[in-house]
Nanobody, 112 residues
Framework: QVQLVESGGGLVQPGGSLRLSCVAS????????MGWYRQAPGKQRELIGA???????NYAESVKGRFTISRDNAKNTVYLQMNSLKPEDTAVYYC??????WGQGTQVTVSS
């Protein structure tokens, strides 16, 4: 069983930055692609980016150039650096290991 715990969410003004962290309970990066998802009220959960076990990173068009995914294998942690945040980025953000395991989510609110 893999446990994922996200942190780093909060309230930020438009144009601001946040860094989310997702800590895995075991070494999963060599097995699963790690994805970051978000779900806004009344909307479906969407994939915003992922890093494969081999390190390849892809982003959704909506966040490309603003968000950056990275990982620290030694800490079993994957990060989502979010810059130039917009009100439409407001959502609960989740990390997932291979879509099999999910964290509990962390709220990000972008508002002035």
């Amino acid at each position: 069983q893999v446990q994922l715990v996200e942190s780093g969410g909060g309230l930020v003004q438009p144009g601001g930055s946040l860094r989310l962290s997702c800590v895995a309970s075991t070494r999963v990066f060599s097995i699963y692609a790690m994805g970051w998802y978000r779900q806004a009220p009344g909307k479906q959960r969407e994939l915003i980016g992922a890093i494969s076990s081999g390190g390849t990173i892809n982003y959704a068009e909506s966040v490309k150039g603003r968000f950056t995914i990275s990982r620290d294998n030694a800490k079993n942690t994957v990060y989502l650096q979010m810059n130039s945040l917009k009100p439409e980025d407001t959502a609960v953000y989740y990390c997932s290991a291979g879509t099999r395991y999910w964290g509990q989510g962390t709220q990000v609110t972008v508002s002035s």
